[in-house]
């Protein structure tokens, strides 16, 4: 479903700031791999899917989506395949307008638009069953500005939203960690019926080690814009904290992390 290869990232390139923070990296992923991705701060995971998003452009490099080639495409032309979840509960809807109007919105996505209503209203009871799978009340609430809603409301509707036009790829870049820890666990919940429903292909980067090692059959731990542990399947359910963090220890070798309290 995604192949990344020998891609190449320099930020400040031939200055005294000069970052590398991908020097050849490739990676290939499955149709319907669920990744979770962590790693110390600045090992490039956000970074990796702001290029695979094309947020940002690659110095060089491959990106092969379901075996099309989008190294070269903008974002806009790439988002017609990837659907994204970000950090900040207001990235991924417009407060200013409803609740129906924002999942009118998604459910257009990629559509041609003429002079008729953004809203069919033959739509509106599917949009208020799909919202009321949520349970969060929303389904009552549809005509209400999402301005009004709680940071994990607007997540829990970006979620839904970002699904609706059938996506390839799910990036979801630290989508619970600017909420309460009982309001993460909810989306943590939703993200996982999401996902298996639709069975869309995921990358999920969390700092979280608990929702890293119960999500997901796959885990990707990074540091300086490599991969340095890659497990799946079985060995990723016998995983705990601490047999993560001694396989990052192993990997990482002389530069083994030492606070291990970023993944709290």
Known sequence: MLKVKQLSKV????????NRVFDRLSLD???GDFISIIGSNGA??????????????????????DGNEVINKP???????????FQDPSKGVAPN???????????????????????????????????RELNLGLEDKLYNKVTLLSGGQRQALTLLMSVMSKPKLLLLDEHTAA???KTSEKIMEITRNIVKDSGITTLMVTHNLKHALEHGNRLFMMHRGQI?????????????????????????????????????
């Open 228 to 264: 340095l542990v890659d497990v799946k399947g079985e060995d990723k359910e016998k995983l705990d904290n601490n047999k993560l963090l001694g396989l990052f220890e192993k990997a990482n070798g002389s530069e083994a992390l030492s606070d291990r309290t970023l993944f709290g």
């Open 179 to 181: 909420l309460d820890p």
């Open 75 to 85: 974002e806009y032309a790439r988002s017609k395949s990837i659907g994204r979840v």
């Open 97 to 131: 307008m409803t609740i129906l109007e924002n999942i009118a919105l998604a459910d257009n996505k990629g559509k041609t638009f003429g002079l008729s209503f953004g809203i069919n209203k033959k739509r509106i009871d599917y949009y208020k069953e799909m919202v």
């Open 11 to 18: 930020f400040n390139p031939n200055t005294i700031n000069e």
């Open 44 to 65: 490039g995971k956000s970074t990796l899917l702001n290029m695979i998003s094309g947020t940002l452009q690659a110095d060089s490099g491959s990106i092969l989506l």
């Open 29 to 31: 992923v499955k149709q």
